[in-house]
């Protein structure tokens, strides 16, 4: 029994006495740390540099240069989206006139990947409004077509008619 109780008593001691040399450490590492901000200070963040794009000018010569006649002057800086207007452009020569469609889904697509100045905004809203045109230019074409069908159709029928009847007055 007295085993047992010196047993206890030493295991109370010692958590005890460990509670208080974590509470020292504690209040040491405390004062350590706030010595140390008071001795160096930790750097400022650097702040973040706006992205540099293109001028409208550069995204003008983009645009001829990829639908071929204008060479591109040469520049050693990398403009932000660049190359997606790059791509963009190439395949908007290429395909414009076949699926106007799918090319103003890769613009609308383009135009809401960055947050362009407003002079390139407005050259890719004038693009915008010339695909719109192109779309419904193919619409009316599709439609003339149509009529221009059932017109022919019409007379197809009517010229079969009129043969019908000589053949009948012959006889």
């Excluded at 001028?55 to 001829?64: D, G």
């Excluded at 591109?72 to 790059?86: A, C, I, M, V, Y």
């Excluded at 190439?90 to 799918?102: E, G, Q």
């Amino acid at each position: 029994m007295r085993i047992l109780t010196i047993l206890c008593v030493l295991a109370g001691s010692l958590i005890v006495s460990g509670c208080e040399l974590n509470n020292g450490t504690q209040a040491q590492g405390g004062n350590k740390t706030s010595n140390t901000k008071n001795v160096s200070p930790s750097p400022k963040a650097m702040p973040k540099l706006a992205p540099v794009y293109p001028s409208a000018e550069r995204v003008i010569a983009l645009h001829a240069n990829q639908c071929g006649g204008f060479t591109l002057p040469p520049t050693k800086r990398s403009f932000k989206g660049e190359n997606e207007l790059k791509a963009f452009f190439k395949f908007m020569c290429l395909k414009v006139s076949t699926d106007p469609n799918t090319v103003m889904t890769k613009l609308l697509k383009l135009d809401l990947a960055y947050f362009w100045p407003d002079d390139i905004k407005q050259y890719l809203w004038l693009q915008k409004q010339q695909i719109t045109l192109q779309i419904n230019a193919q619409k009316e074409q599709q439609a003339l077509n149509n009529q221009m069908q059932k017109t022919l159709s019409s007379l197809a029928d009517i010229e079969q008619q009129l043969l019908l009847r000589e053949d009948t007055k012959e006889q």
